[in-house]
């Protein structure tokens, strides 16, 4: 096994795709990296998360510049992770809008997320220097807001925890297209160490309702048609599920963290492997859900200290 995280040692460029998903609905993806989604609407342009530097940032506006030179108004949050927000700036639209509950865990663990994440993904931050501090929304809503580009409708939906508690999706209704941030991935593994496994698959029938005929995931390609979009939600209802069994039942029986890890391993391995992030994944979707499955609800605030002492443990 490693003796660092995996993310650490992956420092290669990734290629990067701008697919058109919908009319005027792009994907910005790069291999398994954070996804932005891109709305063009009549008057204006609409961000599905952020990436996590100016520097990453501007390499979606040099796409967005290539299909159109209306003013982007509006920075959609899908959480709050710094790898999803950090590159606001860049973007020098009117407003940042999350969920309210995104706003409150920017305020309590926003800094110690970054701090960790920073660790945990030194090519990502690349170019760190130019952010300017934390990402705070400037519009934040409960449970459902609609915003309209000009007379295009956006409705942006809490539909429910999951990736984080504050997750919320983009729902463009003239072209059934929806935006889940880390809520769906696509051949990439779930980063589940701030998740809420018990609501994941309750989220996931929300999204599946509402039959999208396209998907841009927070990680992997852009899902397009019937069969990539369901293949998608149940890929990961799957690994939720997959990871969080055998934690639960270690955890049960009063067994320990590592005997959690192994568990895990032994189960998902076979599956999702070769699925993106999978091992930088790993140590905290089993750690988050060995708590949840002892009763924490809320998960504890990660910072590049406990980073470190959870993996110290797992190398037991």
């Not at 309209?148 to 809490?158: A, C, E, F, I, T």
């Not at 003239?174 to 589940?192: K, L, N, P, R, W």
């Not at 841009?216 to 390609?221: E, I, L, N, V, Y």
Request: proline share 4%; net charge negative; aromatic share 10%.
């Amino acid at each position: 096994m490693a003796k660092e995280f995996a993310s650490r040692g992956d420092m290669a460029e990734k290629t990067i795709t701008f697919s058109e998903i919908g009319r005027d609905l792009w994907a910005f993806t790069a291999e398994g990296d954070p996804n932005t989604g891109v709305i063009i609407g009549d008057d204006s342009v609409m961000i599905i998360d952020a990436q996590a530097t100016p520097r990453l940032a501007n390499k979606v506006v040099e796409k967005i510049r290539t299909v159109t030179d209306k003013p982007i108004k509006y920075v959609v949050l899908s959480h709050y992770h710094a790898v999803r927000v950090l590159g606001a700036s860049a973007y020098n639209a009117e407003q940042i809008i999350a969920s309210e509950k995104c706003r409150s865990m920017v305020a309590e663990r926003g800094q110690e997320d970054w701090d960790s994440e920073f660790e945990r993904f030194p090519r990502l931050f690349q170019g760190h220097e130019s952010i300017p501090g934390l990402t705070w929304p400037t519009m934040t809503f409960t449970q459902k807001m609609t915003v309209y580009l000009g007379r295009r409708r956006v409705d942006l939906m809490h539909l429910g925890r999951a990736h984080t508690a504050g997750d919320i999706v983009a729902w463009v209704p003239d072209e059934g297209v929806m935006f889940t941030g880390d809520i769906v991935e696509y051949h990439s593994a779930c980063y589940c160490g701030d998740g809420h496994f018990g609501d994941w698959g309750a989220t996931l029938d929300a999204i599946k309702a509402f039959e999208p005929r396209a998907i841009a995931p927070g990680r992997g390609d852009a899902l397009v048609g019937d069969e990539m979009v369901y293949a998608a939600i149940e890929n990961t209802r799957n690994f939720v599920a997959s990871t969080y069994r055998p934690a639960a039942a270690v955890a049960a029986r009063g067994g320990t963290l590592k005997e959690a890890w192994d568990a895990v391993r032994t189960e998902c391995d076979p599956k999702f492997s070769d699925y993106a992030i999978y091992e930088h994944c790993l140590p905290f979707n089993v750690a988050r859900a060995y708590d949840e499955a002892l009763g924490m609800d809320t998960p504890r605030i990660w910072t590049a200290e406990r980073d470190k002492d959870m993996w110290a443990a797992l190398q037991g």
